[in-house]
């Protein structure tokens, strides 16, 4: 079955949806970026609003509200993250769902420090909440998460930050100091030209808190979390452990104890010791041991295929 989508949020992951919505058998009736917005109840035309974005950084000539006034079944939030009250995310994640409309969401802001108001509005619509995309990118965590049974899921650990794990890879495979990787990173598009929310474990803690709140139905957010991140880490730190056989990467966990997030020493060629920008999550079971889930954690058309994975189980 066909769903009309509407997408709020034109950067990497929003374009993408626009993009790949129609290979999934869905159609994009609105699309909105920080500042306009274009509406067809019977369809937009990717490549033409694409290509506006592209040509002058606008995607329409209406505004944001239209968008969320559109024809749609299903809304995919995909505008920045941020904290606190997780706003305007949140904001449009409640005008959906009191339409009761369907609500996907690629931006952890809602789910990460609005949980439980995020379920309250649920309960009381017609439309459902799904958020694949925030934790892990690519990687099917939640759903497997809901297959499995959150219940029989003991502990969630691994690495969920692309950015800081190139940058402590580079760093242990070539002897480099963090400035010049992160330099590096920059350059390649690795790291933001403003890293902190990556490099300060903020990004992985939103995730860890996502976890947190999926296996314990809610109560935590971004303040529940211990945080540490990697930028006092120094490549001699990294040199020592591989003499013991060791590494350094930036670990997060949600366990019965709490949520915590910071640099660890795991073994070099053990399985949360994966390179570049690769994530990694562990699954910690009562009875079948540990479930390992990795992937491309982040990106534009990596991120599109679990929001519109979630689309498709809407139908």
Known sequence: MSLRIAVLG?????????????????????????STAAVDSTGLDPDVVLERKEREGVVGDLALDDALAADYDVLVEATP????????????????????RHVVLANKGPVAERYDDLRALEVKSEG????????????????????????HITAARGVLNGTANFILSRMAAEGLGYEHVLAEAQDLGVAEADPSFDVEGTDAALKFVILANVLNDGGYTLADAEVEGIKNIPGSALDLAA????????IGEATPDGIR??????PQNGTLAVSGTRNIVQLETEYAGNLNLSGRGAGGPETA???????????
């Open 10 to 34: 034109a950067g990497a992951v929003g374009r993408s949806v626009v993009d790949l919505a129609e290979e999934y058998g869905h159609t994009v009736t609105a699309v909105a970026d920080s």
């Open 81 to 100: 993250t941020t904290l606190g009250d997780a706003e305007p995310g949140f904001s449009h994640v409640q005008h959906a769902l009191e339409r009761d």
């Open 128 to 151: 459902t909440v799904q958020f694949e995309a925030a934790v892990g990118g690519a990687i099917p965590v939640l759903s497997t998460i809901a297959d499995f049974g959150g219940e």
């Open 243 to 250: 003499e013991d056989g060791r590494t350094v990467r930036l």
């Open 261 to 266: 997030v910071g640099p660890r020493l795991v």
């Open 305 to 315: 295929t679990a929001v519109l994975s979630d689309v498709s189980r809407l139908e």
